[in-house]
């Protein structure tokens, strides 16, 4: 695959208009395992996290990855618990900054975990 399609480029940089086209090649399976269970998206988001952090991603590159992220399943995805409900609602009666933070919220969260 060329960088083109990468979310990250080599020098580190974040290409979050990528996000979407990075979600839908994902498999239908895979997206159900990921989100048929909120361990498991935590799980997977914090995997992520790890990963942009080693690339040296700060906070708020990772927190604008989360938002895209979040963006993209709230307008495209039903909600697969309770907490991925919540997640929605909270999501759709929040303006852009208060969207912004949730996201900021999301990363620390799956941070807070892996320590």
């Known amino acids: 695959m060329s960088e083109k399609n990468h979310l990250v480029n080599k020098d580190s940089e974040l290409n979050v208009n990528k996000v979407d086209d990075t979600i839908e090649r994902m498999s239908d399976d895979r997206l159900d395992s990921i989100l048929s269970n909120f361990e498991e998206f935590k799980g997977y988001l914090a995997t992520r996290v790890q990963v942009g952090e080693k690339l040296g991603l700060n906070e708020e590159a990772l927190a604008q990855a ?21 997640l929605k609602e909270l999501w759709l009666v929040g303006d852009k900054e208060q969207r ?7 990363v620390r969260m799956v941070q807070t975990k892996e320590k």
Do not use: M, S
């Open 100 to 106: 912004h933070q949730l996201a900021h919220l999301l």
């Open 66 to 86: 989360a938002e895209k992220v979040a963006g993209y399943l709230a307008k495209k995805e039903e909600p697969k618990n309770r907490e991925e409900k919540l």
